[in-house]
């Protein structure tokens, strides 16, 4: 050990970050994907639906389980991916580091983090051992053969909840406080301990008595998982064969779905062991079985076990035969779920489109007027602020200003140009009362796909905010620094997105004999009220409105993941050169970037409410259209809100405001003696200029 411990690597693995943000990303997607299929596309699966996504979010959402099962879990693979990004320094010293939000941000220390960790991981096996108890019980009533007692059942579901517990408890024991830690260190790796006091957020353990307590409950919650799950799977499958007889074909496939989806997901999770419990175990391992090579093993051995769920995810929807329909929409099977579906929302929007109020609702009018006229004001001052009052924004402001500009434009056009009217959720429409389509400028589907294009616009302006802001500060520290041919590529994509799905959308427009064939055939009953309305728009789900969708959906994944990677980036930099930065120049970036993060943090102002509008044609709901109206009156907000995070997060302007506070006083203190210098620096050169003259 005294010679192999400095082979140990201290610094951060870029490449295994990366892989933590990429997995995170895809981890969020595909979960969420399969928290809709199970939530709205039930198919066959009743109540067991919610036992499934249990277990999905098990790998994901901390749940509390009583009489009504609730399911509220924290994703495992993402505290793993994104909150804990853990870097191990094992095999030959027994610890680690954390990169993540969670301790960069000192929210959590590392040992949190795994403690947190190791309960996930414990308690995702043992969520599935409950789905296969579940599915027992459902399955025992058919024939009642193998059937538990309540008292049994609810006793093997509390011993699963429990055994988590009984492992992470032991584990958060063997923390030590700093002071024990570099005790270690100064008897087991002295030679690294000016290294290990330039980290902040890593831990170093021993294997006492509380290890080794956490390692024998680890290997007694698998051996119990395994027995469980081996004799429930025996006995179902013995049920379903002795009584297949009995059953309607629809029953029986109905149960043999849902248990060859748990098998399957119990092969990938526990048996085979190779995505979260088996890396794990490899990680310890390498500490009894030390070898070169071991740290970057372990590496990438965390590189697998994040990509537990997504996988998990995958064999979710390739064993419930309605969700694998439902992917795959091209054959025989998804085209014959589609139609289903298709017939049941027809016989739904028959009856449902007359509750559609084709009147202008005044009241969102006059917000309208009120919410634009409030924007002009704080925004014409912002820009104001922007250009005279820059403070030390230096040529960054000019980013800012545009990206003001571009959410002054968007808030302008839907407030006073437009004036959106939706329809939805019975009928796929709107109606625009605003300047534009009134005289006739512009008709609203123009409108519409303005509207569209300003609002991408804005969120890739400040993604190239952001970007600009990362250029600025890595050129400062030397530290994640992109070569100008990828900055400017990134930026182009930047510019080009609000482009690519604008185009699809304006493709979806319809003449308007093409619009009245729809009423005609969608809306019957409205064909006179429409023949009374001139600036309306009707569409369709057609290709070009999928298009679309689509590439909206890639733009919004697109803009966050950027935006994340950036920050985390940039934060990381100013922490690194902080001791080489004068104050001033650190506490300007920090500014920056503060404003910038606030500014994202209301963008989904803009967004959010176009999706939750699109959102009730999927799920429609009694209201739905008054909700629709709503949310467009907090969309109309949005470039205030973001005037009023400018000012109050970027000092200069903060004083400016408040005028009246210490900080202001001082501003003015500040630009009186400057002023005074000046004019006392004018007066002496005049009076030089005469001397010389006399």
Known sequence: MPQNYLDTDLEIPNFLIHH??????????????????????????????????????????????????????????????????????????????????????????????????????????????????????????????????????????????????????????????????????????????AKFEKLSNFEIYEFDTMMKIFSIMGSFGCVHSATTVSILVFQMYRTLILYSARLSKATLEKHTSSLKSLIAQFFFQFLTTPIAIFPAVVIVLTMVFQFEGGQVLTWYMLMMMTMHSTINSLVVIFTVPEFRAFVFFWSREGRNLRKSILIKKMTEKSENYRNTDLEIPQYLIYHYYISGSISVLMNSFVFYLLIFRKGRLDTFRFYLLSFQIICFLCDFHLSFL?????????????????????????????????????????????????????QIISNISGKYKLSTKIYNFIAMLCLLIPITYSIPFHLTGKTRNEQFKIIEMNYPLFHEKFLQLTNFAIYEFDIMMKTFATIVLIGCVQSVNTVFLLTFQMYRALVLCSSSLSKETLEKHKSSLRSLIGQFMVTPIAVLPAMLIVSTIVFPFDGAQVFTWFMLMIMTTHSTINCLVLIFTIPKFRTIILFWTEEGKKLRRIRMESRSVSFMGNRATRNSFRNSMS
Do not use: W
Not at 449 to 457: A, D, E, M, N, P
């Open 20 to 193: 933590y943000f990429i997995s995170g990303s895809l981890c969020i997607v595909m979960n969420f994907f399969v928290f809709y299929l199970l939530i709205f596309r039930k198919g066959r699966l009743d109540t067991f639906r919610f036992y499934l996504l249990a277990f999905q979010v098990g790998s994901a959402i901390i749940f509390s389980f009583h009489l009504n099962f609730q399911i509220i879990c924290f994703s495992c693979d993402f505290h793993l991916s994104i909150l804990m990004q853990l870097v191990p320094f094992f095999p030959y010293i027994v610890g680690g580091f954390a990169v993540g939000l969670l301790p960069t941000f000192s929210i959590l220390t590392p040992h949190y983090c795994m403690t947190i960790l190791s309960f996930l991981v414990g308690f995702q096996t043992n969520m599935l051992t409950i789905c296969f108890l579940r599915k027992h019980r459902a399955i025992s009533k058919i024939g009642g053969k193998y059937k538990l007692s309540q008292r049994v059942y609810n006793f093997l579901v509390f011993f699963c909840l429990l055994i988590p517990f009984t492992h992470s408890v032991p584990f958060h024991l063997t923390g030590k406080t700093k002071e024990e830690q570099f005790q270690i260190i100064d008897q087991k790796y002295p030679l690294y301990r």
């Open 418 to 470: 437009m004036q959106l009217v939706p329809f939805f959720p019975y009928v796929i429409g709107g109606y625009a009362a605003g300047l534009l389509p009134r005289f006739s400028i512009l008709s609203p589907h123009y409108c519409m796909t303005i509207l569209s294009f300003l609002v991408g616009f804005q969120v890739n302006m400040l993604t190239i905010c952001f970007l600009r802001k990362h």
